[in-house]
């Protein structure tokens, strides 16, 4: 019997509940494969434990996770406290110490879910964004000086290292070729950043010239919002840092019909380190409670730890699950205009899972 020991860390809002119901179908995943076991630790570290503690996860709280095969985490964010308190002490504080420098994001319109696009049925929208998950505009260099006075100063500075754009380009590139279109588009902003994003853009026809077979292009990042809301299937692989791409893949993510069943993984690729899956969304202070949280980015999202794991055949029959119960807009939570709960699509996905004969 293989076996995964996963670290799970709901974190805030809406977080816990769709983590409670991603492992609950893990669970039946499991049960209904039979080849494997997922060993899953509980951690509670978010905006409760802030309150009690004054931190988001304790001292050494990302190295306590090095041991794990996988994250499994659900969002952190909380009204009383400010977001990048929040972000930076948990979020932030396990992807870059674990160098999960890879945020991938798939995109598709899954059966039963419209498009908010009128001319989209289904097919013309099929991408992966990845994400560059290490530096860039989040790098977290910067400061505030004169805080308060009238000539108050405040920096937050964009790293780009050769090295980084470099394994984000080459991670994209191979991603791409691994797809049938073979195509990878590198979103840029080089016409007025005219150093970094020069950078990368000499960086992504560096690497192009490794993958002959590839095709690609390059788009300005506020033209790229029309081109995926105009010309959807032209797209399918897209490479973007991480501010650009953390907003892109919330528009991917409407395009696609709610940000309540879009997935990612952070992942480092060479597996030196546990890689994270969440789902995209945060933690939906408006919902936080109701029940009414849709669930399937978490299920998705446990599709790509699955797949990640090595668990493919359960991977998909996840994913073949979580399609069956989209299909029926009875299943639909209110984001995507339905009247289901969390909890009756969770067992309509479990029940799903149980009557797969394949
Ligand atoms: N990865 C993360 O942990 C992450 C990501 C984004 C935002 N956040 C944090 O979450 C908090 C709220 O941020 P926000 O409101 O900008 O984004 P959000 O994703 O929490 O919510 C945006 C809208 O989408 C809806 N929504 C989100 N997920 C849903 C789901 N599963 N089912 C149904 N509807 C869903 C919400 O109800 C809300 O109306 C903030 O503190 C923010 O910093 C965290």
Not at 240 to 246: G, V
Request: aromatic share 6%; net charge negative.
């Amino acid at each position: 019997m293989r076996s995964h020991r996963i670290a799970a860390i709901g974190g805030d809002g809406i977080g816990p509940e769709v983590i409670e119901a991603g492992l609950e179908a893990l669970r039946v995943c499991a049960e209904r494969d039979g080849g494997f076991e997922l060993k899953v630790e509980h951690f509670d570290w978010g905006s409760d434990y802030y309150r009690r503690h004054g931190v988001m996860m304790p001292e050494g709280g990302a190295d306590r996770l090095r041991s794990f095969d996988a994250i499994y985490f659900g969002a952190v964010g909380a009204p009383d406290i400010p977001d990048h308190l929040t972000l930076w002490g948990l979020r932030l504080a396990i992807c870059q110490p674990l160098d999960q420098y890879a945020n991938v994001r798939p995109t598709r319109i899954l059966p039963g879910i419209t498009s908010p696009l009128r001319a989209v049925s289904g097919p013309e929208l099929d991408w992966v964004i990845v994400r560059e998950n290490s530096e860039g505009e989040y790098a977290g260099v910067g400061g505030r000086v004169h805080r308060g006075l009238p000539e108050e100063v405040a920096t937050d500075v964009s790293m780009f290292t050769r090295a980084g754009v470099l394994r984000i380009m080459r991670y994209a590139f191979r991603l791409a070729q691994s797809r049938p279109r073979k195509l990878l588009t590198v979103v840029t902003k080089s016409n007025a950043q005219r150093h970094a994003m020069v950078m990368w853009d000499e960086i992504a026809a560096e690497v192009a010239a490794e993958f002959p077979d590839v095709s690609w292009d390059k788009m300005l990042v506020d033209a790229m919002t029309m081109r995926m809301t105009l010309r959807p299937q032209t797209l399918d692989t897209i490479v973007a840092t991480n501010l650009h791409a953390d907003i892109l893949s919330d528009l991917a993510a409407a395009l696609a019909g709610s940000l309540g069943i879009a997935p990612t993984a952070n992942l480092n690729p060479e597996r030196r380190t546990p890689s994270m899956f969440e789902p995209i969304h945060g933690s939906g202070f408006d919902i936080t409670g109701k029940g009414i949280a849709n669930p399937v980015g978490a299920f998705w999202t446990a599709s790509m730890m699955l797949e990640h794991l090595g668990e493919r055949p359960a991977a998909e029959r996840l994913m073949r699950a979580v399609e069956r119960v989209t299909a029926d807009p009875g299943l639909h939570t209110p984001d995507l205009g339905g009247t289901a709960t969390t909890r009756q699509v969770t067992e309509a996905v479990c029940d799903a899972l149980r009557g797969a004969n394949d």
